[in-house]
């Protein structure tokens, strides 16, 4: 016998795939640049599911949708999967099956929500369609600090953890590859949210087997959204809520790489 196709089911299979692969859905947007899925016919972003089921940025759109912009799908393109709910209205029942009635004798609906799922294409497998959502974003002048700057090149030349910039909305410690990521400085508004959150994810770093030993040897076991990850030094809401005041009260940062005290000491 056949088996019944269950969406429910397939949904969450691959997200539990995603996740043991290492891909964690939930990480906060910063301020937002031109990333991520999005819908062809309207430029708004897919939810946060179907971005994890897409798995690639980009336009995508339907095999309808791609001969009604005037093109077509490539011979051999590989659709993606997409969901969404949609609510199906049903007279309620009691528990013999009989239609349950309000006071004015109106059988009484109930409102039950039903998954559903389209497939979509990226618009790389299209032909005859460009992009219509391309966006070149004006960021903003955010000039560096040269105090914090000292601070964050004497922690990496000294620790050895790598500071990385990216044109993306997402900002981390990866404790497997050792490395701050942040979205460009030129995303944040202001300078000081710009140190908040690159000091904020500095003090993560603490925890690596090689300095306080907060997460487990194998480091990659300590990913975002982990219960290592998520448990933080006390001085981390310190150093990000201080640094969101003002970055002129700190004469420096000194981390204590004591095994057996195991804390970072933040000094203003």
Not at 232 to 240: G, W
Request: proline share 6%.
């Amino acid at each position: 016998m056949t088996k019944e196709f269950d969406i429910y089911e397939v949904i969450t299979d691959r997200m539990i795939a995603e996740m043991e692969g290492g891909v964690i859905p939930w990480m906060k947007p910063w301020l937002q640049v031109s990333e991520g899925a999005v819908k062809y016919r309207n430029g708004q972003p897919y939810s946060l599911l179907n971005q994890l089921l897409l798995g690639e940025p980009g336009e995508y759109l339907s095999f309808k949708e791609a001969l009604e912009a005037g093109g077509h799908v490539k011979k051999g393109a590989k659709s993606r999967m997409v969901v969404f709910w949609k609510w199906l209205a049903y007279e309620k029942k009691d528990e013999s099956g009989a239609v349950v009635f309000d006071d004015q004798g109106r059988a009484m609906v109930e409102q039950v929500p039903y998954l559903r799922y389209s497939n979509v294409f990226h618009i790389r497998d299209c032909e005859g369609i460009s992009p219509k959502w391309e966006k070149n974003e004006e960021l903003n002048d955010t000039p560096p600090d040269e105090r914090a700057e000292a601070v964050i090149a004497d922690y990496t030349t000294r620790e050895g953890v790598v500071f990385r910039n990216e044109k993306q909305n997402r900002t981390y410690y990866s404790p497997a590859q050792d490395c701050v990521v942040l979205p460009l400085r030129e995303q944040f508004s202001t300078m000081p949210e710009y140190y908040s959150a690159a000091f904020h994810e500095a003090t993560h770093s603490t925890g690596h087997p090689k300095r306080l030993c907060r997460f487990a040897n194998d480091a990659s076991a300590a990913a975002f959204g982990s219960e290592d990850y998520r448990i933080l030094p006390p001085t981390n809401p310190l150093s990000t809520h201080c640094r969101r005041i003002s970055l002129k009260i700190f004469s420096a940062i000194l981390l204590s790489l004591n095994r057996r005290t195991r804390f970072a000491l933040i000094v203003a």
